[in-house]
């Protein structure tokens, strides 16, 4: 029997879970706080000393954002991507879709593929993630009939994968250090650096020659410039962030983070409708686990004076707070859905999520106008604290906007485009006003 092609089309309005839409709209809001150091500054994101103040009001934004969003917007992010594929997969094969749910699944990622690319290098942020959840929503694919037990065992192992390389990173951090001071007592006294230490001379070298005052001012001033100086000065660091950090980060940094969110979805976690309890728990425990395992990192980094080695330290416990905290912000954000008083902030904050990618796209946007030649050039002009005032502007202005674009539109622009090239098929863009 012939398939209708009509059967397999996006989710309706009224199938979307306002949950989803709400989280989605906290986290979008929520990475623009630690994403808007990469837009504006150089080298930035963690280390403060290097340029954007770490003293004052620059020292506490970098530690509140240090204890409460680091790495744990990131990974609720990847947590909805997972759940969010899983989903439409599972509607299109409630409908029969069948064989073809994989063939508009895969095609979907091939998009979201080309999407990344051209928002990493186009839109000019090295620092985008959809070219990663496309090449990790393959591996999605293999795993989504799991029970929540399993999915949560593959998380745990991949984590811990993660975990022992950043100890055999802080290792190697630890014995460079050591070689340093060896090579510098060497050179006050005017001796040769022996070949069992010239690796080591050349990769301190070469991270002290990209801190140098030199560097840093070059690479503002070429920021600073027009498009395609921004365009050939961020496209080294795009194949980068592409290449070398795709395998070093992403199957135990994202892939974790999707499992771990199909599996919550499948216990009935992610949809606000669980005992208040289930979510109070989840904020006790998370919260008191990560803030703990935060602070504690955030400490050493200060004591040791934001060392080299300090953060390779903090490496170590890193994604037991990032992955501590999220659970934390899970159960925050699911009670909020489930507060009636505030439903009008609700829906304004749904609605952002609702056009997550436009509004992602959006950010990469405004701030190619903000911080490059293209427009006001302020890259490297701003103290950490100041770009905050950049993030607060930006969730206003999507606040605002978002809710009005809904009222008279079924999708984002860009939402509304991918489920086109999806489905190889025009879909209805505007509301029909009865």
């Not at 027009?226 to 496209?235: I, R, T």
């Not at 728990?281 to 040791?304: A, D, P, Q, W």
């Not at 770009?387 to 605002?400: A, D, E, G, K, R």
């Amino acid at each position: 029997m012939a398939e209708k092609e009509t059967t397999y089309q996006p989710v309706a309005e009224k199938e979307r879970m306002a949950s989803l839409d709400i989280m989605r709209g906290f986290v979008l809001c929520g990475i623009l706080i630690m994403n808007i150091n990469g837009f504006g500054l150089y080298e930035a994101y963690m280390d403060p000393t290097i340029m954007g103040g770490f003293t004052g009001l620059n020292k506490v934004t970098w530690v509140v954002t240090s204890m409460f969003f680091e790495g744990t917007m990131r990974a609720l992010f990847s947590l909805l991507f997972g759940v969010g594929m899983f989903i439409f997969l599972e509607r299109l094969e409630a409908k029969g879709a069948g064989i073809k749910a994989a063939d508009i699944y895969f095609r979907r990622l091939m998009w979201l593929l080309l999407f990344g690319i051209i928002h990493g290098y186009l839109f000019l942020w090295p620092g985008e993630i959809l070219f990663d959840y496309a090449i990790m929503g393959f591996l999605v694919y293999s795993f989504r009939k799991l029970p929540p037990k399993k999915l949560l065992a593959f998380a745990f192992i991949l984590l811990l994968i993660g975990t022992t390389w950043n100890y055999f990173d802080y290792r190697h951090a630890k014995n460079l250090v050591n070689d340093v001071r060896e090579i510098e007592i060497l050179k006050t006294d005017n001796l040769p650096v022996p070949d069992s230490l010239k690796g080591s001379d050349k990769e301190w070298s070469a991270y002290l020659e990209k801190r140098a005052p030199e560097s840093i001012s070059e690479f503002v001033k070429t920021h600073n410039q027009g498009y395609f100086s921004v365009l050939g000065l961020l496209a080294p660091i795009n194949m980068q962030f592409e290449s070398y950090f795709f395998y070093r980060y992403n199957a135990w940094d994202i892939l974790s983070m999707m499992l771990i969110g199909i599996a919550l979805f499948k216990l009935g976690i992610l949809s606000a409708k669980a005992d208040p309890k289930v979510y109070l728990l989840m904020v006790g425990v998370g919260y008191g686990i990560g803030f703990t395992v935060n602070y504690h990192e955030v400490k050493h980094i200060l004591s040791e004076n934001f060392s080299y080695l300090s953060f390779y330290y903090a490496g170590i416990t890193y994604d037991l707070g990032r992955v501590a905290v999220a659970m934390g912000h899970v159960g925050s954000i699911m009670l909020f859905a489930q507060s009636k008083p505030i439903g009008w902030l609700m829906r304004k904050i749904a609605a952002i999520g609702q056009m997550a990618l436009t509004n992602y796209f959006m950010h990469s946007l405004i701030c190619m106008f903000i911080f490059t030649g293209l427009g006001w050039g302020l890259f490297g002009k701003l103290q950490r604290f100041e770009l905050l005032y950049v993030v607060f502007s930006i969730w206003m202005f999507q606040l605002i906007i978002s809710p009005i674009w809904l009222k008279y539109f079924q999708f984002g622009p860009l939402e509304w485009l991918w489920r086109n090239l999806s489905y190889q098929k025009i879909h209805p863009f505007k509301r029909i006003r009865s």
